[in-house]
């Protein structure tokens, strides 16, 4: 079983809609979660951490964290073009572990 | 602009060569990674290293070679290295290696070195 599970996607939704990314994870234990935003031949940048469950909101970006469901999301809101990345889950548990990461893409 | 600071951001290199790469952050921070990331796959974890000594090798080829000079340095020396080996080099610093006091801390990655063996 992978540590932490991600859709592939490819994730499409249109310009000015909501992205749904999600990512569940298997140790229970896990404090910190994180998401980071990646394109193309770049690094991965941070673009948000949660450490305790509910919604924590910032900008157009929502992250989600239930801990009795080992589910954690991102919601992005009014999406752009400039949004169209690979987004890779994060769990730090004994060490940092990462998903696969989904692919979206917003079309004009 | 990022605070961990990588060079160089490209590197081509034959299978005989010796070359190093450098990372540096000014953030204070006392655990430095590196990942290889290939196309469409996550960073893969390669070392760790905290207040300056290795703490993770994740069963890495001697043909890559850590150091450590002091606690805003990560050098990554690379030896015999294979066309397979060719991958995005990431280096990355936290607050504290996971499992510390400092577990909320997030990974800050530096800008990359794509690397070509050829």
């Known amino acids: 079983q992978k540590e932490v599970e991600q859709n592939s996607g490819p994730l499409s939704v249109p310009e000015g809609a909501i992205a749904s990314l999600n990512c569940t994870y298997s140790?229970?234990?896990?404090?910190?979660f994180f998401w980071y935003r990646q394109y193309s031949g770049k690094s991965p940048e941070l673009i948000m951490s949660?450490?305790?469950?509910g919604d924590k909101e910032d900008g157009r970006f929502t992250a989600q964290l239930n801990k009795a469901s080992q589910y954690v999301s991102l919601l992005i809101r009014d999406s752009q073009p400039s949004d169209s990345a690979t987004y890779l889950c994060a769990v730090l548990s004994n060490q940092f572990y990462f998903g696969t990461g989904t692919s979206l893409t917003v079309i004009p | 602009d990022t605070e961990v600071t990588q060079t160089p951001k490209h590197l081509v290199m034959g299978m005989t060569n010796k070359k190093s790469l450098k990372c540096e952050q000014h953030m204070g921070h006392r655990a430095m990674y590196w990942y290889k990331q290939k196309a469409k796959k996550p960073p893969e974890l390669m070392f760790v290293?905290?207040?300056?000594?290795?703490?993770i090798n994740e069963s890495v080829p001697s043909r890559f070679s850590p150091e450590c000079p002091n606690s805003s340095l990560l050098n990554l020396h690379l030896h015999a290295l294979q066309p397979e080996d060719s991958a995005l080099y990431l280096c990355a610093s936290s607050q504290e290696r996971s499992g510390g006091s400092s577990y909320n801390s997030p990974l800050h990655f530096g800008n990359g070195t794509r690397l070509t063996v050829t």
């Open positions: 290293y905290s207040y300056e000594k290795l703490s």
């Open positions: 140790d229970r234990g896990s404090q910190s």
């Open positions: 949660i450490y305790s469950n």
